[in-house]
């Protein structure tokens, strides 16, 4: 993200809104805890991921379903099934009421599963003849510790039948808190409005909000375009509109926190940081507000990523990080990872997050953090980008809040697997990592100076010298102390550009650049990884040193770019990971060298102060975080 000259402005919005009291079931106060919906927010997504037809024929819609005769149709789908196993794990919600509006003639069921996938009718309702009626049916959470969720099927045999209008409700347990959505923005203005229009086109999901905060970084500014002024009318006093200096994602994220917590704490609200460039259903707002406002204790309740696009793949359903291995997006044991949620498993069910997991830490795709947890442990680190998510996560863990990455809850966005991993952020994802490692785990410098060594290794051999100085830089800057992120990080992120630029394999180019005999570049792939990896490194050494190479020149494709395979050409012409264009690596024995040596001096340095510069960061967590040193970073007088 290079750094924005936008002076700090903001628009006026409307005070806070109140939650609006819930709705009465029998009586009682009842909180919607998810619609049912049959067709997803858009074209651009699976309509399978919210309810399927097994059996006949059936119209789906946004909020109603109708059937042919002899059809089944059910919800045990992804956004179409009722996580039961996550609400009694962490709330004290004991039962679920599903209210549906029906017409026509036939049956509905709630159905729930176990943890093997094992299902049973929990209720069921026949209907004759229907015109509009209101049809109710109510399940205990109670079976479900280990995993298990709800769903509903509708059945017609002779007539036709329309379910609509479903929403799951449950008691209200405790007082259902304020939530504020923040969305932090960088010159993504259509996206940001393609996410700020989806929350205006439901209103029912932004009962539950107060404020959507859009912090704006960005020297193109969504307020310049005509759109803007549509969606702020349709949003009317809820929105309210902040630009600042470039911050990064953790400025601005922040931003909202900030804004959310200040005064006392009968006015403080609970944030939901939202990414501008998500395909969003509003959905999300009504399940993660809800299971926030039922938990037994502060919880931080996080959205689940989906693939933008591979729009049926789910991302991961929980995770965890390793910080002294610089390693991130790990998935829990048992939790699905890059899951096609359409498919099927080896006994025909569907894929579905049956068991429960539960989650270390969850992204800022979308991600809702109570108040009560900002003012126990403050304010993220200004880190600019990558790990400010874990590294909050964690922290919130050492105080005793846990994080819970919700299933049915879910965002679209850019597919990870399609980002390339040499590119200029990746020294904040270096460098924070290791400010991660300083303040969450022992600080293992042997198992540190292993892991940054490996990596180093196999960049300079593969001829990726950017990313070795982007590795280096990001140990130097680590090793200059807490001091280094009084600005918020933003002179990081332009150095780290400026460093990168001199190195040619690190810019993408269209592949019609490529001018070479198309002899000399055809593709040659990967054998499988060496069966002793140092022994291959060591020849790849010797190659380099001694000036011979397996291949001259060739085209490699991304997913064989590696390190022992790429090693192996004097130049390779390397697909980019997004698909988009070629990355060209050159070996070049004399800037091996220079980064070798600047390396020993580099891994000197970690070893001899890395214990003690850890201990500095410890020391200035409470100053990094607090709210005294945001309001300095954002030139506020609080």
Same mark, same amino acid.
């Given at each position: 993200?290079?750094e924005s000259t936008?002076?700090a402005t /903001?628009?006026p919005a409307?005070t806070?809104?109140?939650v609006?009291?819930p709705?009465?079931?029998n009586?009682r106060?009842?909180?919607?805890?998810?619609r049912?919906l049959f067709?997803?927010p858009?074209?651009?997504v699976?309509?399978?991921?919210?309810?399927?037809?097994?059996?006949?024929?059936?119209?789906?819609e946004r909020?109603?379903?109708t059937?042919d005769p002899?059809?089944r149709?059910s919800t045990n789908t992804?956004?179409g099934?009722?996580h039961?196993?996550?609400w009694?794990?962490w709330t004290?919600v004991?039962s679920?009421?599903?209210r549906?509006?029906?017409?026509?003639?036939?049956?509905l069921?709630l159905?729930?599963s176990d943890t093997?996938k094992?299902?049973?009718?929990? /209720?069921a309702?026949d209907v004759?003849?229907?015109?509009?009626?209101?049809i109710?049916?109510?399940g205990?959470?109670?079976r479900?510790?280990?995993?298990?969720?709800?769903?509903?099927e509708f059945?017609?045999?002779t007539?036709?039948?329309t379910?609509?209008?479903?929403?799951?409700t449950?008691?209200v347990?405790?007082?259902?808190?304020r939530?504020?959505?923040?969305?932090?923005t960088?010159?993504? $203005? /259509?996206?940001?409005?393609?996410t700020?229009?989806a929350?205006?086109?439901?209103?029912?999901?932004?009962t539950s909000v107060?404020?959507v905060?859009?912090?704006?970084?960005?020297?193109?500014?969504?307020e310049?375009?005509p759109?803007?002024a549509e969606?702020?009318e349709?949003?009317?006093?809820?929105?309210?509109?902040v630009?600042?200096p470039?911050l990064?994602?953790?400025?601005g994220?922040?931003r909202?926190?900030?804004?959310?917590?200040a005064?006392?704490?009968?006015?403080?609200?609970?944030?939901?940081?939202?990414d501008?460039?998500v395909?969003?259903?509003? /959905?999300?707002?009504?399940r993660l507000?809800a299971?926030?406002?039922?938990t037994?204790?502060?919880t931080i309740?996080?959205g689940q990523m989906?693939?933008?696009?591979?729009?049926?793949?789910l991302h991961?359903?929980?995770?965890y $990080?390793e910080?002294?291995l610089l390693?991130?997006?790990?998935p829990?044991?048992g939790?699905l990872k890059?899951a &096609?949620?359409?498919g099927?498993?080896e006994?025909?069910?569907?894929?579905n997050?049956e068991?429960?997991?539960?989650?270390?830490?969850?992204?800022?795709?979308s991600c809702?953090?109570?108040?009560?947890?900002?003012?126990?442990i403050?304010?993220p680190?200004?880190?600019?980008?990558?790990?400010?998510d874990?590294?909050?996560g &964690?922290?919130?863990?050492?105080h005793?809040?846990?994080?819970?990455?919700?299933?049915?809850?879910?965002?679209?966005?850019?597919?990870?697997?399609?980002k390339?991993?040499?590119e200029w952020?990746?020294?904040?994802n270096?460098r924070?990592?290791?400010i991660?490692a300083a303040?969450?785990?022992?600080?293992?410098?042997?198992?540190?100076?292993?892991?940054?060594?490996q990596l180093l290794?196999q &960049?300079?051999i593969s001829m990726?010298?950017?990313l070795s100085a982007?590795?280096?830089?990001a140990?130097?800057d680590?090793?200059?102390?807490?001091?280094i992120?009084r600005?918020?990080?933003a002179?990081a992120a332009?150095?780290?550009?400026?460093?990168?630029s001199r &190195?040619?394999?690190?810019?993408m180019?269209p592949?019609s650049e490529?001018?070479?005999d198309f002899r000399?570049l055809?593709?040659?792939r990967?054998?499988?990884p060496?069966?002793?990896e140092r022994?291959?490194?060591?020849?790849?050494?010797?190659y380099?040193?001694?000036?011979r190479s397996?291949?001259?020149?060739?085209?490699?494709?991304?997913?064989?770019?590696?390190?022992?395979?790429?090693?192996?050409?004097?130049? $390779?012409?390397?697909?980019?990971?997004?698909?988009?264009?070629?990355?060209v690596?050159?070996?070049d024995?004399d800037?091996?060298?220079?980064l070798?040596?600047r390396?020993?001096?580099?891994?000197r340095r970690f070893?001899?102060e890395?214990?003690?510069?850890?201990q500095?960061?410890?020391?200035e967590?409470g100053?990094?975080?607090s709210r005294?040193?945001w309001?300095?970073?954002?030139?506020l007088?609080?």
């Amino acid at each position: 993200m290079p750094e924005s000259t936008s002076p700090a402005t /903001e628009t006026p919005a409307a005070t806070d809104r109140a939650v609006p009291d819930p709705s009465e079931d029998n009586g009682r106060p009842a909180l919607t805890a998810q619609r049912g919906l049959f067709f997803g927010p858009s074209a651009l997504v699976p309509e399978d991921l919210y309810s399927i037809v097994e059996k006949g024929a059936a119209r789906r819609e946004r909020t109603s379903v109708t059937l042919d005769p002899s059809t089944r149709v059910s919800t045990n789908t992804y956004f179409g099934r009722f996580h039961a196993t996550y609400w009694q794990r962490w709330t004290d919600v004991a039962s679920i009421e599903v209210r549906a509006v029906v017409t026509g003639t036939g049956r509905l069921r709630l159905m729930a599963s176990d943890t093997n996938k094992v299902w049973r009718i929990v /209720e069921a309702h026949d209907v004759r003849d229907a015109d509009g009626s209101t049809i109710r049916l109510t399940g205990p959470v109670d079976r479900f510790v280990d995993g298990g969720g709800m769903w509903l099927e509708f059945t017609t045999e002779t007539g036709h039948l329309t379910v609509s209008d479903v929403t799951w409700t449950v008691p209200v347990t405790r007082r259902v808190p304020r939530t504020d959505v923040v969305i932090c923005t960088y010159n993504r $203005a /259509e996206d940001c409005l393609n996410t700020l229009q989806a929350m205006a086109s439901d209103p029912d999901a932004l009962t539950s909000v107060g404020t959507v905060q859009v912090v704006d970084q960005g020297s193109d500014p969504i307020e310049s375009r005509p759109r803007f002024a549509e969606i702020a009318e349709a949003l009317g006093e809820r929105l309210r509109y902040v630009r600042q200096p470039n911050l990064g994602g953790a400025g601005g994220f922040t931003r909202g926190l900030f804004d959310a917590t200040a005064g006392e704490p009968a006015d403080h609200a609970d944030v939901l940081l939202m990414d501008d460039d998500v395909l969003l259903d509003p /959905e999300i707002l009504i399940r993660l507000t809800a299971f926030a406002a039922s938990t037994r204790h502060p919880t931080i309740v996080g959205g689940q990523m989906l693939n933008l696009l591979h729009p049926a793949h789910l991302h991961i359903s929980a995770e965890y $990080a390793e910080p002294e291995l610089l390693q991130v997006g790990m998935p829990v044991p048992g939790a699905l990872k890059e899951a &096609y949620l359409l498919g099927t498993d080896e006994r025909q069910l569907p894929i579905n997050q049956e068991r429960r997991v539960d989650t270390e830490y969850n992204g800022w795709w979308s991600c809702l953090i109570p108040a009560a947890i900002v003012r126990a442990i403050g304010y993220p680190l200004p880190l600019f980008f990558q790990w400010d998510d874990i590294e909050y996560g &964690y922290r919130a863990r050492s105080h005793g809040f846990p994080t819970v990455a919700l299933p049915g809850a879910g965002v679209w966005h850019a597919d990870f697997g399609w980002k390339d991993w040499d590119e200029w952020h990746r020294y904040f994802n270096m460098r924070n990592g290791l400010i991660t490692a300083a303040l969450h785990t022992d600080f293992s410098v042997r198992r540190l100076t292993r892991r940054l060594g490996q990596l180093l290794s196999q &960049y300079v051999i593969s001829m990726q010298y950017g990313l070795s100085a982007t590795l280096l830089q990001a140990m130097e800057d680590f090793l200059d102390g807490p001091e280094i992120l009084r600005d918020g990080s933003a002179a990081a992120a332009a150095e780290i550009r400026r460093i990168r630029s001199r &190195y040619a394999e690190t810019a993408m180019h269209p592949v019609s650049e490529v001018h070479d005999d198309f002899r000399d570049l055809q593709v040659v792939r990967a054998a499988n990884p060496p069966g002793h990896e140092r022994l291959t490194w060591l020849k790849r050494a010797a190659y380099l040193l001694t000036d011979r190479s397996v291949h001259r020149s060739g085209f490699v494709p991304a997913g064989d770019a590696h390190w022992w395979h790429v090693s192996t050409f004097e130049r $390779a012409v390397v697909t980019d990971m997004s698909e988009q264009g070629i990355r060209v690596r050159t070996r070049d024995k004399d800037v091996a060298l220079q980064l070798t040596k600047r390396a020993a001096g580099t891994f000197r340095r970690f070893v001899s102060e890395g214990p003690a510069v850890a201990q500095r960061y410890r020391a200035e967590m409470g100053n990094l975080t607090s709210r005294d040193n945001w309001a300095r970073l954002y030139g506020l007088d609080d």
